[in-house]
Structures are given as structure tokens and as C-alpha cells.
């Protein structure tokens, strides 16, 4: 028998994302996403509910995050559901549920995003999920002060 843990959430960033590293060197990076979607209720009028999703990315895609995600910015990202479970401060019990990235797609093209220099145009896609490399798109004209695709090093 199969199974499948899947998660695709396209929204925009709670929260910078903030990157740290293990003992054993490898990066880490947390950040949040919301997502939102309308209705209309039982009285036809329209409503909106925002669901909030933790993402946690490692390795190369945590520095990626890190260096062009802040804010604000609208992403897709893509990875699997994990549940972690700990005894909080107060001895209780406690669990999160989060996103472990996989990959992340910028899809906004707005400038750069907050506590970073310049970024690349929106649509920037990084996969780390497997062994190929990154999928770039072709390299588009950007103003001098933003950074070029093929100055980044990945």
C-alpha cells in the first residue's frame, strides 16, 4: 500500500525567516505563511478565513530563504507534513504541526525583500528536493543595483 504527505501552499510570509545552524553545521530556517481563502456564507454574505502555516526549511534551501524571503513576500512552497512533539517549560505537553520545505518558488516581483541587499526578479524558482539542480528561468533585464541571476552561485 502507498501513502502520500504532500503540502502546496501559495500566501505570503508572516515573518522574516529566521536562520540558524545546527551543532553539526547545517542550516536551518523558520519562517510563516498565510494563506487565505473567500466565501460566501449561508446569508450569501462574503467571508474570508486565513490559515497560518509554520515552514521549516534546511540546507541550502534554509540559506536561500534566509538570504531572499522577508516579509510580505508571496511564495509557493512545497514539501511534506511533519508533527514534532515536546514537554514545554511548564512540563506540559506540546506539538506543531509545520511544513518542511522541499521547494520554494518566489512569486512576487517586488524589490528587495526586507533585511537583504537585492534580489533577483520574481518567479525565481529552488528545488531542493532532489538531486538536480535548481531550475532558472532565463535571465531577464534588471535595474544595476539588483543583483543578476547568473551572479548567483547556486
Same mark, same amino acid.
Given at each position: 500500500? /502507498?501513502?502520500?504527505?504532500?503540502?502546496?501552499?501559495?500566501?505570503?510570509?508572516?515573518?522574516?525567516?529566521?536562520?540558524?545552524?545546527? +551543532? #553539526?553545521?547545517?542550516?536551518?530556517?523558520?519562517?510563516? =505563511?498565510?494563506?487565505?481563502?473567500?466565501?460566501?456564507?449561508?446569508?450569501?454574505?462574503?467571508?474570508?478565513? =486565513?490559515?497560518?502555516?509554520?515552514?521549516?526549511?534546511?540546507?541550502?534551501?534554509?540559506? %536561500?530563504?534566509?538570504? /531572499?524571503?522577508?516579509?510580505?513576500?508571496?511564495?509557493?512552497?512545497?514539501?511534506?507534513?511533519?508533527?514534532?512533539?515536546?514537554?514545554?517549560?511548564?512540563?506540559?505537553?506540546?506539538?506543531?504541526?509545520?511544513?518542511?520545505?522541499? #521547494?520554494? %518558488?518566489?512569486?512576487?516581483?517586488?524589490? +528587495?525583500?526586507?533585511?537583504?541587499?537585492?534580489? #533577483?526578479?520574481?518567479?525565481? #524558482?529552488?528545488?531542493?528536493?532532489?538531486?538536480?539542480? +535548481?531550475?532558472?528561468?532565463?535571465?531577464?533585464?534588471?535595474? %544595476?543595483?539588483?543583483?543578476?541571476?547568473?551572479?548567483?552561485?547556486?
Amino acid at each position: 500500500m /502507498y501513502s502520500l504527505n504532500r503540502a502546496q501552499v501559495i500566501g505570503n510570509l508572516t515573518r522574516d525567516p529566521e536562520l540558524r545552524t545546527t +551543532a #553539526s553545521g547545517q542550516s536551518v530556517v523558520n519562517f510563516g =505563511v498565510a494563506t487565505n481563502r473567500q466565501f460566501k456564507d449561508a446569508s450569501g454574505a462574503k467571508q474570508e478565513q =486565513v490559515e497560518f502555516h509554520n515552514v521549516v526549511a534546511w540546507g541550502k534551501l534554509a540559506d %536561500i530563504c534566509s538570504q /531572499y524571503l522577508g516579509k510580505g513576500r508571496k511564495v509557493f512552497i512545497e514539501g511534506r507534513l511533519q508533527t514534532r512533539e515536546w514537554d514545554g517549560q511548564d512540563g506540559a505537553k506540546r506539538k506543531s504541526t509545520e511544513i518542511v520545505a522541499e #521547494s520554494m %518558488i518566489m512569486l512576487d516581483k517586488s524589490g +528587495a525583500p526586507t533585511g537583504a541587499g537585492g534580489a #533577483s526578479a520574481g518567479g525565481d #524558482s529552488f528545488d531542493m528536493g532532489g538531486s538536480a539542480p +535548481a531550475t532558472m528561468p532565463a535571465p531577464s533585464p534588471a535595474p %544595476i543595483d539588483e543583483i543578476q541571476l547568473e551572479d548567483i552561485p547556486f
